[in-house]
Each structure stands twice: as C-alpha cells, then as structure tokens.
C-alpha cells in the first residue's frame, strides 16, 4: 500500500523585490515527485540546500507549496477538512536533528512523551504511566527515566525520547530529519539500528532525510537524491545508488571517508 505521495511539488519562500516589481523567490524545490510504500524507508540525500528539509515540511503539512500535492494515505493534506487534517498528523510524525530545541527544557521525560497521548487518546493515569513506561523501553531505556528532565540524558538518550515521543500513537510514517547527525559515530549506530528494529516491529514507513549515504546505506531500503531542488536519482534497492553515473550522486560517494586514514586522500596535495 502506497503510504505517501509527492507530486509534481514546486515551492518558492516567499517574495522578493526586483525592479521595482514583487515577485516569488526561485524555486527551492522544483517539480518534485515521490512516493513511499508502506513499510519502506526512503533515504533522501542530497548536499547542503539541496531542498530536503523543504521537502520535509512540505510533506509535514508544514509548508504549503505552491503547485503540486502531497496525498498521504491517498487524502491531500493540503485540501482536507480539519478533522481530516488532525487524523493525517496523528500518522505523520517527526523527528529532528537537535534533540535539545525538539523538547520542553521544564518537562519530564513522562511529559514529554505524554503529550501526543493527552493530545490524541483519552487514557486513565494508571494506563498513560504505563504506556509511556513500555516506550521508554521500547527505546532502550528505564520506566524509571520518566521523572528525569531532558538535561539529565545524553544527546543518544535525549533523540530516543525524542523518538519514543514519535512513536507513541503509532504512525504510519516518521519523517527523520538529520535525527542522528549531531550524535557520535557509537550514539548514531545505536539509534540507526533502534530505527531499524522499530520499523519491522511496528510496520513503519520512515524519510530519512541525510547528507550521509553511509547513514542512509545502514538504515535505509531504496536511496533518493536531491540536488538544487529536483530528484535526480532513485533506487529503490539501496545498494544500487553506488552504481549510479550521476556527478551529484559521485560527489557524496566521495565524501565517505575510508575506514583506515592511510587509505584517505590527503586534504591538501
Ligand atoms: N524559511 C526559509 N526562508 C527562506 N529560504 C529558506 C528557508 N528555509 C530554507 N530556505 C532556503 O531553501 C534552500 C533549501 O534549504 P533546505 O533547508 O530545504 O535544504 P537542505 O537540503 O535540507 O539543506 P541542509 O542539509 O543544509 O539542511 C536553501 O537555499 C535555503 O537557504
């Protein structure tokens, strides 16, 4: 089943003043089509300003664009009553890259996690305790963390809250944005294969929106690029991409260092 499709988005921020006259800025995203099927996590990468995070947005029901539609479970978040829209965002979910601006500094872990349930269920205490206490070990961590705040967990720990928060209504999709680039290599390893774990358990979909192809490659089923706001490539098997010809695709294949330094370029020859 075809969970989300983008099609044929253009989208431009804002006006610009140009000769006297006003007019829309150029295209961040120009004419771009996707879709994901359930189940599937799609890696969109892409150089900085390429037009990923717009497209997530786009996508969030964030960003309105100007041409094109985005159908989520075949309705048009854009062009649904408001009952409609709210059931879209319960099944849409995100995740950001900085886990610290994501959540209240002032809200427990139990809070934090809550919220989306006070928001969407209709649970007795005793019932919400015990919920939020199986998605922090859902995330690999202890009921008993409900009572601490976010400045008392680690980065890895605060974007498994983060993620755990995510989760808690079961959505169909999660857009990941950048979710584990602030993280260190062990941190980022850890989430990867915690993401991995949720979608075969829950049947999850995921945009993992990434500049990493070695990110994507470990988390990811197909692989899409974006360069100066188009796709310009797609393979729905992952490992595919690296055979790709594309110099936009070349370009972030080179950017994987090799594992052993005396194997990398040196940076000034
Ligand atoms: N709110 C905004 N107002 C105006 N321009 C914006 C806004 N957000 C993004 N842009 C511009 O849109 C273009 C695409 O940005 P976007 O953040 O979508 O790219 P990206 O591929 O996600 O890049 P990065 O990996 O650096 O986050 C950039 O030129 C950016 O400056």
Redesign the pocket.
């Known amino acids: 089943m075809r969970v989300l499709q983008v099609k044929e988005v253009t989208h431009s921020?804002?006006r610009r003043k140009w000769l006297g006259r006003s007019e829309l800025r150029p295209p961040?995203l120009s004419g771009v089509s996707l879709t994901i099927e359930s189940g599937f996590c799609l890696g969109l990468l892409?150089t900085?300003?390429?037009?990923?995070?717009?497209l997530g947005k786009v996508i969030l029901g964030l960003e309105k664009p100007q041409e094109g539609q985005v159908l989520f479970q075949g309705q048009d978040i854009y062009n649904g009553s408001t009952q409609v829209r709210r059931e879209l965002r319960r099944d849409m979910q995100v995740v950001f890259q900085d886990c610290y601006s994501a959540v209240n500094p002032r809200m427990t872990a139990g809070q934090i996690i809550g919220e989306p349930l006070d928001n969407y269920e209709r649970l007795s205490v005793q019932e919400q305790k015990r919920t939020v206490e199986n998605l922090l070990e859902r995330v690999g961590l202890k009921p008993e963390d409900r009572n601490k705040l976010p400045h008392q967990f680690s980065g890895g720990q605060l974007q498994r809250i983060n993620i755990a928060r995510a989760i808690a209504l079961k959505p169909k999709l999660i857009v990941l944005d950048e979710s584990v680039s602030s993280l260190d290599m062990v941190h980022q390893m850890h989430i990867l294969s915690l993401l991995g774990e949720l979608k075969s358990s829950f049947g999850l979909s995921y945009l993992f929106i990434t500049?990493d192809i070695r990110a994507a490659s470990a988390v990811c089923d197909g692989i899409a690029v974006?360069e100066q706001g188009k796709l310009i490539e797609r393979c729905d098997d992952k490992d595919r991409i690296f055979e790709s010809a594309h110099p936009a695709v070349q370009r972030l294949i080179s950017s994987i260092l090799p594992e052993h330094p005396a194997d990398r370029l040196p940076l000034h020859e």
Do not use: F, I
């Open positions: 921020y804002g961040v892409g900085s300003g390429a037009g990923k995070s717009t500049h974006m």
